[in-house]
Nanobody
Framework: TVQVVESGGGLVQAGGSLRLSCKISGLTPLMPRDYTMAWFRQAPGKEREGISCIKQGGRNTDYADSVKGRFTTSRDMAENTHYLQMNKLEPEDTAMYHC????????????????WGQGTQVTVSS
């Protein structure tokens, strides 16, 4: 069974940084290792937002305009772990952050992924 587990969320002051991790386990030998994964977030009363995506083993990344220049996604293929480095955090970044893996259909922002984590909460105080 494939499991997706996020960690690293917490409470931080505006202007601060956090690094989220997403560990994917349970992959079978036949599953590709250069799968697409993404980070999404959802705040109370707001729609889910795709904020970053990493494809082709890390050679191709994409970001939402709202986080471009502040957030960086990366991955450790050997460990099947993905990261989201979040700098210059703003109160508007407060949300539950979810990791998703194995894109089913494009575009990635439509959130059609096979596997999802339960999420990790990020709260940014002003």
């Amino acid at each position: 069974t494939v499991q997706v587990v996020e960690s690293g969320g917490g409470l931080v002051q505006a202007g601060g940084s956090l690094r989220l991790s997403c560990k994917i386990s349970g992959l079978t030998p036949l599953m590709p290792r250069d799968y697409t994964m993404a980070w999404f977030r959802q705040a109370p009363g707001k729609e889910r937002e795709g904020i970053s995506c990493i494809k082709q083993g890390g050679r191709n990344t994409d970001y939402a305009d709202s986080v471009k220049g502040r957030f960086t996604t990366s991955r450790d293929m050997a460990e099947n772990t993905h990261y989201l480095q979040m700098n210059k955090l703003e109160p508007e970044d407060t949300a539950m952050y979810h990791c998703a893996a194995f894109l089913l259909t494009e575009p990635w922002t439509d959130a059609k992924f096979r596997f999802w984590g339960q999420g990790t909460q990020v709260t940014v105080s002003s």
